[in-house]
């Protein structure tokens, strides 16, 4: 199946909005205005082989090519150029290699000869064009055909050959990212409003309540494993960087499963829980749906420039993404900043256990005490370190740790753990509890159990 006709069936298929399907990049429109781009050069005796031959930088021909994508001096609008230099001796190239067509073009130029016929050059200023205009062409008076400047003394002539349809193509192709780039700049805004109005309603349905009408530890959870499962974005050391669309809708599906395996959805305690967390996946589902369609237009960019340079050898498919570099789609970052906007004002807003463990012991570091050196440890681990008299800081290394008192606890921070690790801060209490009687009663020692007579 044709590539053209899959990007046809994708783009009606995988339920894109109309308005995304509008914007995107019309392959088989550049693939006709290519098929011009080619019979231009054809028709100037620079098919495929001859180009590609006088493009190798390491042949000993005394005629050159240069192709080059270049933004214009008063805009950002990519020109193509096409320019030849070409050694003469006696006013003739003296190159067995050159077809009779190409070395007729050549010498035509040379001389600033009119040129007829097949031969007869393009006018070499794009006309402007959008995505749904017909490609036409255009043949220009000889007299505006050729820019000519000599090299003093060394024989060469640099011209710029005169071509349309490469400008028309290029005017297609960057009309379309531009307009992609806007519609995605679009969407970008409105997710993240999304999530900004998403973040006060979890922050709302999880704040910790007196009379225990909280969902507090079940967002947590959620959000825990949203983050194990890495669905846009991985970080290890294997797997690390930007996810595709494919490894991202499996990974979304894990996490779903795993909310669902642990029935995370049907224990919320408020009705408003569940329709917050309809609203995430349904974020998600919309973040995947735009990374989905930004790979389809960078797949079909991708495509029509190769095939670009299959049929001329001009080396576009290299030149146009570095001459765009600042194109939005090109860079493909929506993914990435909606997904720091998901991090920093969603999952952020519950606190995580792993952000308040006591770098020792590893357990909550519940009665904290803050050092003077500002990092912070369980009440249990500092006591240890001064017990064995070691005066540095773990962490640092800054010795403070003979100094920590009773004003060293941060009551703050403990209730601000009780309030939000209630379950955890019990552990914890329960352990050191279990630890201390180990100490002063020795190994036997069991907490006693409460008994109801």
Same mark, same amino acid.
């Given at each position: 199946m044709k590539f053209a006709h899959e990007l046809k069936q994708s783009l009606a298929t995988q339920g894109f909005p109309p308005h995304w399907v509008a914007h995107a990049i019309p392959y088989g429109q550049l693939k006709k205005c290519l098929k011009k781009v080619q019979r231009? +050069?054809?028709?100037?005796? &620079?098919?495929?082989?001859? *180009?590609?031959? +006088?493009l190798d930088p390491k042949t000993d021909s005394p005629v050159a090519l240069n192709y080059s994508l270049n933004p214009s001096s008063n805009s950002q609008i990519v020109r193509p150029k096409l320019t030849v230099e070409i050694h003469l001796h006696?006013?003739? $190239?003296?190159?067995?290699?050159?077809?009779?067509?190409?070395?007729?073009?050549?010498?035509?130029?040379? !001389?600033? &000869?009119? *040129?007829?016929?097949?031969?007869?050059?393009?006018? !070499?200023?794009?006309?402007?064009?959008?995505?749904?205009?017909? %490609?036409?062409?255009?043949t220009p008076a000889p007299s505006q055909a050729l820019t000519i400047a000599n090299r003093a003394g060394k024989g060469?002539?640099?011209?710029?050959?005169? *071509? %349309?349809?490469?400008?028309?193509?290029?005017?297609?192709?960057?009309?379309?990212?531009?307009?992609?780039d806007a519609l995605q700049a679009t969407e970008r805004d409105q997710l993240k409003e999304e999530v900004k109005d998403l973040g006060k309603q979890v922050s709302h349905v999880a704040r910790p309540g007196r009379f225990s009408k909280s969902?507090?530890?079940?967002? /947590? /959870?959620?959000?825990? *494993?949203? &983050?194990?499962?890495e669905v846009f974005f991985a970080t290890h050391e294997r797997d690390h960087g930007a996810r595709s669309s494919q490894k991202a809708l499996q990974q979304l599906q894990w996490?779903?499963?795993?909310?669902?395996?642990?029935?995370l959805v049907k224990s919320f305690k408020r009705p408003e829980s569940r329709a917050a967390f309809s609203k995430f996946l349904e974020l998600n589902l919309n973040l995947l749906k735009h990374l989905q369609f930004q790979e389809l237009n960078l797949l079909a960019i991708t495509k029509i420039l190769k095939k670009f340079d299959k049929r001329?050898?001009?080396?576009?498919?290299?030149?146009?993404?570095?001459? $765009?570099? !600042?194109?939005?789609? &090109?860079?493909?970052?929506?993914?990435?900043?909606?997904c720091a906007r998901i991090s920093d004002e969603?999952?952020?807003?519950?606190?995580?256990?792993?952000?308040? +463990?006591?770098?020792?012991?590893?357990?909550?570091?519940?009665?904290? %005490? /803050?050092?003077?050196?500002?990092?912070?440890?369980? $009440?249990?681990?500092? %006591?240890?370190?001064?017990?064995?008299?070691?005066?540095?800081?773990?962490l640092c290394r800054a010795r403070v740790v003979m100094d920590a008192s009773a004003k060293n606890i941060d009551s703050e921070l403990e209730k601000f753990m009780r309030k939000n690790f209630p379950a955890e801060v019990k552990e914890k209490e329960r352990a050191d509890q279990i630890e201390r009687g180990i100490e002063e009663f020795g190994p036997s020692y069991k907490p006693a159990e409460c008994a109801v007579m």
């Open positions: 231009e +050069l054809q028709e100037l005796g &620079l098919d495929a082989e001859t *180009l590609r031959a +006088l006696d006013g003739n $190239i003296v190159d067995a290699s050159l077809t009779p067509a190409t070395r007729q073009f050549f010498e035509k130029i040379s !001389s600033k &000869l009119p *040129l007829d016929g097949s031969d007869a050059a393009k006018e !070499s200023k794009p006309a402007d064009s959008t995505p749904t205009e017909t %490609v036409e062409e255009a060469y002539d640099t011209i710029e050959v005169p *071509l %349309v349809s490469d400008g028309v193509f290029f005017d297609i192709l960057q009309n379309d990212v531009s307009s992609l969902d507090l530890d079940r967002w /947590r /959870r959620i959000f825990e *494993l949203y &983050l194990d499962a996490f779903q499963n795993q909310v669902q395996k642990q029935e001329t050898a001009l080396g576009v498919s290299r030149a146009f993404p570095s001459a $765009i570099s !600042s194109r939005k789609l &090109l860079s493909g970052d929506i993914a990435k900043e909606v969603l999952v952020s807003i519950i606190p995580q256990v792993n952000d308040y +463990l006591c770098p020792i012991c590893y357990a909550i570091a519940y009665q904290p %005490v /803050r050092l003077d050196c500002q990092h912070v440890f369980c $009440i249990r681990c500092s %006591v240890k370190l001064q017990r064995r008299h070691e005066e540095y800081c773990p």
